[in-house]
């Protein structure tokens, strides 16, 4: 599906396999005409592109469903701003394969992209080339029990956000952390924090995490 310019006030949800494209990121845009996700993504084979999504009171796109198998769901070149949720949610207890987000500015969100609940599974997340910065709270959060398989950070920056770029709070990392490239400094707090939580290997290379206000 190919969508042209224009502002489209409505809440959206993806429930089959699709490609959703805009015709211009900055020109295209989603505003959700009350509370709840702006885009809710239900199924399988997902590639959505192109958009400015403009959050409320809930998720720009939210990513959930109790038991739910999700597969092959693909983000990219979107700009997700000023959700008083967070830019992404990955929730709910969701088991989702191979989920990338990629080429996209995650900004001025109370939280950037944020994978939580217990019985929330992500295999194989990768973030590659994105902006999630000047975020009210984290940048990226894993917390309250989800278990992330493999995750992989990669060439993304996770700067300027209030408190933490990387917040691991109460998760599972199984298998290997991968921090590859792009900035995470000037947050608030910590450029990378993680409390109370089970990780596998964490791999950090060329990732600059100086000038954070509390410990890197």
Do not use: C, M
């Not at 809440?11 to 699709?18: D, P, R, T």
């Not at 956000?161 to 599972?172: S, T, V």
């Not at 995490?209 to 890197?216: K, P, Q, T």
């Amino acid at each position: 599906v190919y969508v042209h310019t224009g502002t489209y006030t409505e809440h959206v949800v993806i429930n089959k396999s699709i490609s959703v494209v805009g015709q211009d990121a900055v020109n295209t845009l989603i505003i959700p005409t009350s509370n709840g996700a702006a885009v809710r993504i239900v199924d399988d084979n997902v590639f959505l592109s192109g958009f400015t999504i403009v959050g409320r009171n809930a998720a720009g796109v939210e990513i959930s469903g109790h038991s739910t198998d999700l597969d092959n769901i693909t983000i990219d070149g979107v700009i997700i701003e000023n959700t008083k949720g967070a830019g992404i949610l990955v929730s709910g207890g969701a088991d989702v394969h191979n989920l990338t987000v990629s080429n996209s500015s995650i900004h001025r969100n109370y939280e950037g992209i944020v994978v939580s609940s217990d019985h929330t599974n992500v295999y194989n997340f990768l973030l590659l080339n994105t902006e999630v910065n000047y975020n009210k709270n984290n940048g990226v959060v894993f917390k309250d029990k989800a278990k992330l398989y493999n995750p992989q950070l990669i060439d993304s920056d996770l700067s300027w956000n209030g408190d933490n770029g990387l917040l691991i709070d109460h998760a599972e990392i199984v298998g290997q952390l991968l921090l590859d490239g792009g900035p995470k400094n000037q947050n608030g707090e910590h450029g990378i924090y993680i409390k109370e939580s089970s990780l596998g290997n964490f791999l950090v290379k060329d990732a600059d995490v100086s000038f954070n206000e509390g410990s890197n």
